[in-house]
């Protein structure tokens, strides 16, 4: 079991999510996010999408958060970007900040 990995998220904060200055609702964030799911399983840049989209400042890095330990995130994302296999995207993830798809990279 690996004890670091490396990630990239893309983050759709909402109105009321931790540290927020999103106007759109948790729903619209969730829509969006979904939508953006399925633009990647049909083939869609996740990089691009990050950059083009996400609300964390790692989206203009293409949502790259670098190498990571286990514990280094909150409980939820890194459940999540540890259960992932290299390549693999994850479900849309809730946590405190808001909806992430994360992308295991190594």
């Known amino acids: 079991m ?41 083939g869609a840049d996740f990089a691009e999408l990050a950059r083009q989209n996400s609300d964390c400042p790692s989206g203009e890095e293409g949502g790259d958060l670098g190498k990571f330990p286990r514990g280094a995130m909150v409980p939820e994302f890194d ?3 540890f259960a992932l296999e290299p390549g693999q995207v994850s479900d849309v993830i809730e946590t405190a900040f808001g909806y992430h798809l ?5």
Not at 5 to 27: D, E, F, N, P
């Open 102 to 106: 994360i992308q295991r990279t190594e």
């Open 2 to 42: 690996a004890s670091q990995i490396r990630a990239s998220h893309i983050l759709l904060m909402y109105k009321g999510s931790m540290r927020s200055t999103a106007s759109r609702s948790k729903q619209e964030a969730l829509d969006s996010i979904n939508a953006m799911k399925a633009e990647i399983a049909n």
């Open 79 to 81: 459940q999540a970007a």
